[in-house]
């Protein structure tokens, strides 16, 4: 994970109201996202996610998707993509997504009862996102298999109280205006 924590302490920070924001290749799309930092992170994901018997790899959009492709590509599990857009599909199981600066729909498609999915997300910060994800997968009688986030912003989050459960790769919290590693193996 060389490269992972290299690029987190290195990670410009901005704030969105009171809420002080990373700014990474993994969960932004910038800076540039360079191969050997997603290898390194797929093949973690591979090692640390419970694979056996999933039919799905399931991910909101955007930023789960390069991840998700890849580990997609490595697994031969195909890939769901949660979408931000209705399309009225038969199935189509809505969601409401609360982060810690925005709120908006979400769509699932093609996750149907018995599915055994792993959820795989780029950052686990308010668990917004990843709580009603995870909820909405179980109304819909998939089995999630595993959860997976690469990244976990350390701290008080909405799925503290449930019963789901999320493996990271590495936590980290911001403190002063710098990523400072909270621990490197993430949570199992």
Known sequence: MDQLRRSLLEAPIIEKGDYEYFVHPISDGVPMLEPGLLREIVIRIIRKADLEDVDKIVTPAAMGIHISTAVSLMTDIPLVVIRKRQYGLDGEVSLSQQTGYSENDMYINDVSAGDRVLVLDDVLSTGGTMCAVLDAL??????????VAVIKKAGPNELDDTDHHVKTLINVTVEDGEVVIVDEDGDD
Do not use: F, L
Not at 138 to 147: E, I
């Open 138 to 147: 179980k109304s819909t009688g998939a089995d999630v298999v595993d959860t």
